[in-house]
């Protein structure tokens, strides 16, 4: 009897198990056929590639840039075979920082269930364009890592990340800053839109970034800033000065998917020549989780937001010449949202929006140089000291891009990087889409004389310092242990970023595992004098400042 009640529950799980797996299966789209023969890039020079009319080369300043056109499956293929390299170091640093992040192997098998069975309609959501681009990008993907899947459901399912993450907020993956200001607010009247994107996954996954240019067979010509095997965006504009750019807001679990944000973003920029083009084809998805869609035109001269849910949408028109976006709800229907209102008690969002009221308050006028001052920002409201990686900060040096741009002139700056303080590199899309550009005769697409100089903190020391920071946490927090060394790294780590709450937290947390108990409880009181982002880190150092009381006591 035994034996068939085991039975039983092994063909149940089988059947459990297959039934899983028809649900996530994704079968790749039709394609037209392509023989890849046709498909063999040119070397022109290191890092310099060109196939047909596309091409990918990096710059001096590190970025890298690529020009993609044609028909949807020609554009993946291409997309694919001129960024391989990019596409496997990005799936290699994202997926390493997931395992570090998640540590419990169990935990993480779940995890991976739960983003499959989430995303099983996936492909239903991004449409058939979409799809045979991704589909074509796919093809230059490794096979290193189908012990995660078949390189295009890994493709499929990283166009969700940006979503993902929101459901995984307690892992800091998202936090962005955006602003618009024109009119009165600028020194010649004309709209311009700053952003840094706050995406975090590991510094590595934000050096090969990519600015794209593409000139689609349907819809209108547009640059992106992207990485490998992204064919979606969060940062954009397209010929016509519509620029986009996204801030997560407080989203619930979702159980299943719907249009992932950068393909929405996508689509708005190919498709969209107008606010209220913008507008309609963002009320025609269907998303699932909540974002803040910054839309400027430069035409229009003029900014608004496009508050969305997986149930409803706002549109968000400031009253003045003015418009600043950071991570929760502004419009009439959602401001007073139970979510909305936990995501401003509990985030950072409404510390970092205060900040940026402050600092408009302060440049009367906007140029290019005062929106790059902004978003490298490094103070909290009334210019209070937070130390170097600070969230309450607009400049959290995290960004894995940051870009400004001036949509009347289809002009874009950003930032060649570490983060947003290297050198802000400008592009004119008007140059790069003359249809008399040739890229072999002019390799330097950047617009010279209009760089914005890096931030003084290269130059200084301070970034140096804070790399050195960082490194001392990670050392302290695999040690585990407390002796003459350690105490070292220590009292070094709290000299380098003496106004954050992380390095107190660090040390405490160091003194409470070697057991000095008086020594943490000092270091966590102070670290608690110090500004905290959110009310969860906050919890946490009380908790373990109680904890650390109790033992002291006994």
Known sequence: MLVYIIL????????????????????????????????????IADDFYVLKNNWIKKNKQGLWEMYIEGDAYERGLVNGILARDQIYNQEKFFVAEIKKRVTNRVYLFFLKLLVAWM?????????????QEIYGVSRSASLEYSFIGPRYVRILNYHAAHDIGHTLQYMNFVGC?????????????????????????????????????YKPAAGSKFVMITWGGMIGTVSGMNIH???????????????????PITILVREMLQYAETLEQAIAIADKRKIFVSESFHVSSGKENRSVLIEKTPYDSAIFVPENNQLICTNHFQSEKFKNDESNRQQIIESSSMKRFERMQELFDKYEKFTVQTAADILRDRLGTGDTLLGSGNEIAVNQLIAHHSVIFKPAELKMWISAGPYCIGAYVCYDLNAVFHPDFDIKGHPDIT???????????????????????????????????????????????????PDSYLSYWEAGDHYKDGRLYEKAVNEYKTALSKPIPNLKEKLQIEKSLKESEHKMMN
């Open 241 to 259: 000065g519509i620029t986009i750019t996204v801030n997560a807001a407080k989203s619930k679990l979702p159980m299943r998917s719907s249009t």
């Open 119 to 131: 995303n099983r309609k996936l492909n239903y959501y991004v449409g058939k364009e979409y799809n």
């Open 447 to 497: 617009v010279a004389g209009e760089q914005i100089a890096e931030d003084p903190l290269l130059q200084n020391g301070g970034y140096e310092n804070y790399r050195r920071f960082k490194s001392i946490r990670q050392l302290l927090h695999d040690a585990k242990k407390y002796d003459v060394e350690t105490q070292k790294l220590v009292d070094e780590m709290i000299t380098l970023n």
């Open 8 to 43: 039983g529950i092994v063909l149940l799980l089988l059947l459990l198990a297959g039934l899983f797996a028809l649900a996530v299966l994704k079968i790749p789209p039709k394609v037209p056929a392509a023989d890849q023969k046709e498909y063999e890039p040119l070397k």
């Open 177 to 213: 800053t955006s602003f618009a200001a024109w009119g009165s607010k600028t020194g010649d009247g004309m709209l311009l839109h700053g952003r840094n994107f706050d995406f975090h996954a590991g510094d590595e996954f934000s050096e090969e970034k990519i600015i794209t240019f």
